[in-house]
């Protein structure tokens, strides 16, 4: 199974950015499409952006939809998502996945691997 790795989380105020970066490892890592999950306190864990291996079609969440980018370099078996006029509902614990399948899903069930989260926090 893949190993992930999130990192680039942190403090930001209203309107500022972030950027997330998810390094993966594992021999059946190019067969995994990859997303981005969020989970606030008290809230369910929810889909943020989805990435396929090849092509490298995306999928948004509407409330992200504009606002966040998910990108991948594959020959760094990473993946990011670029948060640009982030906002006070955008905190939460944010987790990189491998999904089961080689197009990004919605449901969390449907990834087979789970990074250990990365706090963003935006301050208002």
């Known amino acids: 199974q893949v190993q992930l790795v999130e990192s680039g989380g942190g403090l930001v105020q209203a309107g500022g950015s972030l950027r997330l970066s998810c390094a993966a490892s594992g021999r059946t890592f190019t067969n995994y499409a990859m997303g981005w999950f969020r989970q606030a306190p008290g809230k369910e864990r929810e889909f943020v952006a989805g990435?396929?291996?090849?092509?490298?079609?995306?999928s948004y969440a509407e409330s992200v939809k504009g606002r966040f980018t998910i990108s991948r370099d594959n020959a760094k078996n990473t993946v990011y998502l670029q948060m640009n006029s982030l906002k006070a509902g955008d905190t939460a614990v944010y987790y990189c996945a491998a999904s089961r399948y080689r197009v990004p899903t919605t449901e969390p069930a449907q990834y087979a691997n789970w990074g250990q989260g990365t706090q963003v926090t935006v301050s208002s």
């Open positions: 990435i396929s291996l090849y092509p490298s079609d995306t």
